[in-house]
Antibody, heavy 122, light 108 residues
Framework: QVQLEESGGGVVQPGRSLRLSCAAS????????VHWVRQAPGKGLEWVGV????????YYGGSVRGRFRISRDNSKNTLYLQMNSLRVEDTAIYYC???????????????WGQGTMVTVSS | SSEVTQDPAVSVALGQTVTITCQGD??????ASWYQQKPGQAPLLVIF???NRPSGIPDRFSGSQSGNTASLIITGAQAEDEADYYC???????????FGGGTKLTVL
């Protein structure tokens, strides 16, 4: 069964750090670009960033650039999102999502995890 | 500009056809992808590329694109199609994604 499963969410104070994980199964993770997408409570979707299949290329959305870092461990079939200097406005459900094209990112996300909630609050 | 705009809400009578649109300069260069999201669920890809449906998506869903506008068409809307719909594309750099603000579809 093709799936992604996020973990690591929770409540954190502003300015602190948190690392999310996304475990992949049922497909060849090492051949897939993977994205992070978030959704603040009651709001729309926001693209956070993407990492290429081999980790050589990473791109980030403007609101997180310089604070968040995406990495992957293909030997563990796992994607990570390191979130530093967290702000109240980073409060959201964070989803990992696979890009449908294995050769290069197309920003079409065919497999999504169930999401993990991050709450930034003092 | 990397902005993508969507109508906040659209309604359709049961069995009728509805078009949900996204506008933005990005669609002159890149295809849109479309997502359906129901309350408490993760988004679901319904259309990508020129007009491709993932396995399991009913053929009443289709997509088209012209100029700066991308469209999701639902032909013969069903009650279960009531959901939020989002389009996604890339910004002018080609390396960053951008979502539309979402359209809430009501099936009457």
């Amino acid at each position: 069964q093709v799936q992604l499963e996020e973990s690591g969410g929770g409540v954190v104070q502003p300015g602190r750090s948190l690392r999310l994980s996304c475990a992949a199964s049922g497909f060849t993770f090492s051949r897939s670009a993977v994205h992070w997408v978030r959704q603040a409570p009651g709001k729309g979707l926001e693209w956070v960033g993407v990492i290429s299949y081999d980790g050589s290329n990473k791109y980030y959305g403007g609101s997180v650039r310089g604070r968040f870092r995406i990495s992957r461990d293909n030997s563990k079939n796992t994607l990570y999102l390191q979130m530093n200097s967290l702000r109240v406005e980073d409060t959201a459900i964070y989803y990992c999502a696979r890009d449908w094209d294995s050769s290069s990112p197309t920003w079409a996300f065919d497999i999504w995890g169930q999401g993990t909630m991050v709450t930034v609050s003092s | 500009s990397s902005e993508v705009t969507q109508d906040p809400a659209v309604s359709v009578a049961l069995g009728q056809t509805v078009t949900i649109t996204c506008q933005g300069d990005s669609f002159r260069s890149y295809y849109a992808s479309w997502y359906q999201q129901k309350p408490g669920q993760a988004p679901l890809l319904v259309i990508f590329g020129a007009n491709n449906r993932p396995s399991g998506i009913p053929d009443r869903f289709s997509g088209s694109q012209s100029g700066n506008t991308a469209s999701l068409i639902i032909t013969g809307a069903q009650a279960e199609d009531e959901a939020d719909y989002y389009c996604c594309s890339r910004d002018s750099s080609g390396n960053r994604g951008v979502f539309g603000g979402g359209t809430k579809l009501t099936v009457l």
